[in-house]
């Protein structure tokens, strides 16, 4: 097998395999330096990649699944890919997985995956070799995602339903909502009193609220609903108050979402947690149709600003996109902003 070149290892949509017969997820190398990213070759021996080749998974034939390199390294990504092993699991709980993860990956996503693990099976960290992963059992390499050409085209969680080897219209969309957020072990609730909650940071500034209009977010919110605003960052508004000292895990930045009697946000992260305790919610959307990550979400309104020129940008920070992104958001009206109280539309 050809030996992929730095560009093509760190892009290859899948893991890799190294001289040592390691299993290695990209990111990491990309982590370490674009250096050592040399004499890796495509993992595909008797491991399935839908990318590669469409493929059926007989789930109720295997024991034990191992999912090689998923579900990514954001956490709106690993929310939605365990929604998706999820509903693999209501429809065969005697299955057990076998997470294989980014070593590398931020520490607040491998989080996730530490609180979830109870209720899938175990996490283990790349690399391993290859001929740790036991050839009777059902294999499936879901790396790299993000550089798969379906990832940018489907709802997030058809993606991933259909790189587990799922029909993605064979599950019900309350099956697609992240339920299984409300099993995991949080800590109590914090505040007695109700509140809003706002959270404008997405992963990448070009998603984000422009920190200019957040006190018409707040304003609205406290008029609108009589409560306290509380949210992650500064915001220069007497009813607003900055959470971000007391959420320093993602348990807790999940329970403070689980408790707020609303949400506005630009983070699909918050977005997907939101759905998954049935939190009414607005969200914004700038660089990713609103459909793609917000469809089944019966809680939500969406809405997709007008900035066609960013789409399908997945990361910036160029100063030309983010005065686009504030021309945006400075010429909403946010009197205007609709309020989620249960029913799911766009605008």
């Not at 990713?288 to 809680?299: G, K, S, T, V």
Request: charged share 20%; net charge negative.
């Amino acid at each position: 097998m050809t030996t992929l070149d730095e560009v093509h290892a760190l892009t290859h949509a899948g893991s890799l395999l190294s001289r040592d017969g390691e299993i290695v997820a990209p990111y990491d190398l990309e982590v370490a330096g674009v250096d050592a990213a040399c004499g890796f070759v495509p993992l595909d021996h008797g491991i399935f990649n839908a990318g590669r080749a469409p493929f059926d998974a007989h789930y109720a034939l295997a024991h034990r699944v191992h999912l090689v390199n998923a579900f990514g390294v954001t956490l709106g990504d690993s929310i939605i890919g365990l929604s998706a092993l999820f509903a693999v699991k209501r429809r065969h709980p005697h299955l057990a997985f076998t997470v294989y993860r980014p070593a590398r990956a931020p520490r607040y996503v491998q989080r996730l995956y530490e609180l979830a693990a109870p209720l899938f099976g175990e996490i283990v960290d790349l690399p391993v070799p290859r001929a740790s992963l036991p050839d009777d059992e059902l294999k499936i390499d879901i790396g790299n995602q993000l550089f798969w050409p379906r990832f940018a085209s489907m709802p997030m969680i058809d993606f991933f339903l259909w790189a587990l080897g799922v029909a993605p219209e064979s599950v019900a969309g309350a099956d697609k909502r992240n339920r299984w957020l409300a099993d995991l072990a949080l800590p109590p609730q914090q505040p007695n009193a109700p509140y809003a909650l706002l959270c404008p940071d997405a992963s990448t500034p070009v998603r984000s609220i422009p920190a200019s209009v957040r006190a018409h977010i707040v304003a609205r919110l406290a008029d609108e609903t009589g409560l306290d605003v509380y949210g992650f960052g500064a915001v220069d508004h007497p009813r607003y108050r900055d959470i971000t000292p007391l959420s320093t895990d993602t348990a807790d930045f999940l329970m403070w979402i689980k408790h707020a009697r609303c949400l506005v946000t630009a983070d699909t992260a918050a977005l997907h947690v939101a759905a998954g305790f049935d939190i009414p919610t607005t969200a914004f959307f700038t660089t990713i149709p609103a459909p793609l990550r917000a469809r089944d979400y019966a809680n939500c309104i969406a809405v997709d600003m007008d900035l066609p020129h960013l789409r399908g940008i997945h990361a910036s920070a160029r100063t030309a996109d983010l005065d686009a992104l504030e021309r945006a958001y400075r010429a909403y009206d946010w009197r205007a902003m609709p309020l989620a109280h249960g029913t799911a539309r766009t605008v």
